[in-house]
């Protein structure tokens, strides 16, 4: 007999399931909280998007009709791919372990997790794998690879690399490089050359720019501070930077770049020029799209944690879909 317990199919302990399992992979932290999240999707938007008209207006004559022409429509579609996280547990790995007591039922109520210990290690271990997978995903997700850590949908690096004769601008990290280690201020150097990459337009949207990049560069960023003779550089050493900045642009920096370029598994990596695992992005974060049908509305995520008796296992799992679109790359200038 298997017997499930409604983990949640909607509604987990009153809480929504996409709160609970996907909204935390997909929010709160710095670098992900910037970029534009699209809800119910569930198979895919179309994007439109319009130029600015600029100089059209005109003294007024009398009797004078002076047009302006040259709107340009821009369309992409966001496509949604349909995910899931499976995980299984032999049931004597926890029951008759150190949380035999924590068990709590017994007899023919022993096939109900609700409110168990085992319970909640199941829903945190789906929360921390879906947070973990999705920022994986998002970047280095690559329909074409083989490898089933990567190939749910394209990431935001696929569509950076596929694209890159349409991008403001491309860096080439090899230039700031010695032997594969980073150069002494090779994140300054970095920051300055994308800098200098951006066109006029791009520059408009100041304070909603951002870079991100890796915890190499940032830490090779926080020596360049450090090593200044003045006030900021001392007040750098004492208690770090208080707001990573260049140029007025904040700087994120996402932990899981450096590890998931190093992750053999990664297909992307090779495509990479860099040979210290290290890469920045400088663009605007309501430029990298987010769909899912996880949030919304119509959230469509579903989830289950059950107690298998046939093979005496838990099992946990959730479904969900998601994907990405990066409209503007002209707005982007990627340093790799």
Avoid: H
């Avoid at 059209?56 to 995910?83: E, H, W, Y």
């Avoid at 007040?235 to 208080?242: I, K, S």
């Avoid at 040979?275 to 400088?282: D, Q, R």
């Amino acid at each position: 007999m298997t017997a499930i317990t409604p983990l949640l199919s909607r509604v987990f302990n009153g809480i929504e399931t996409a709160d609970l399992f996907i909204k935390p992979a997909i929010t709160g932290q710095p670098w992900l909280d910037v970029l534009t999240v699209r809800p119910n999707i569930t198979s895919k938007e179309q994007l439109n998007f319009r130029d600015k008209l600029g100089k059209a207006t005109r003294r007024f004559t009398q009797c004078s009709f002076d047009p302006i022409t040259g709107i340009t429509l821009t369309d992409k579609v966001l496509d949604v791919n349909p995910m899931k996280v499976d995980l299984e547990e032999c049931v004597f790995t926890l029951r008759d372990t150190i949380f035999e007591a924590a068990w709590a039922k017994t007899g023919t109520a022993i096939v109900d997790l609700t409110g168990t210990e085992v319970e909640r290690i199941m829903r945190d271990m789906l929360v921390e794998t879906t947070r973990r997978d999705t920022a994986r995903g998002l970047w280095w997700g690559d329909t074409t690879v083989g490898s089933l850590d990567y190939n749910g949908y394209d990431g935001f690096w696929k569509l950076l690399i596929n694209g890159t004769a349409s991008l403001d601008g491309s860096i080439d990290m090899t230039d700031f490089e010695t032997n594969s280690v980073l150069d002494t201020d090779a994140a300054l150097d970095v920051f300055e050359a994308m800098w200098n990459e951006l066109d006029a337009t791009t520059r408009e949207f100041g304070t909603d720019l951002r870079i991100w990049t890796t915890l190499a560069m940032g830490d090779n960023y926080r020596a360049t501070l450090r090593n200044l003779s003045t006030d900021s550089g001392f007040a750098t050493v004492l208690d770090g930077p208080p707001r990573m900045a260049f140029n007025n642009i904040e700087i994120l920096e996402v932990p899981e770049w450096g590890v998931d370029i190093a992750d053999a598994s990664n297909g992307l990596a090779s495509s990479l020029r860099t040979t210290t695992n290290n890469v920045a992005i400088l663009s605007i974060g309501s430029n990298f799209f987010i769909g899912t049908d996880a949030v919304g509305a119509a959230k469509g995520t579903d989830a289950e944690i059950w107690f298998s008796q046939d093979n005496r296992t838990i099992r946990a799992n959730l479904n969900y879909k998601i994907g990405t679109q990066i409209p503007f790359l002209e707005l982007v200038v990627a340093a790799f």
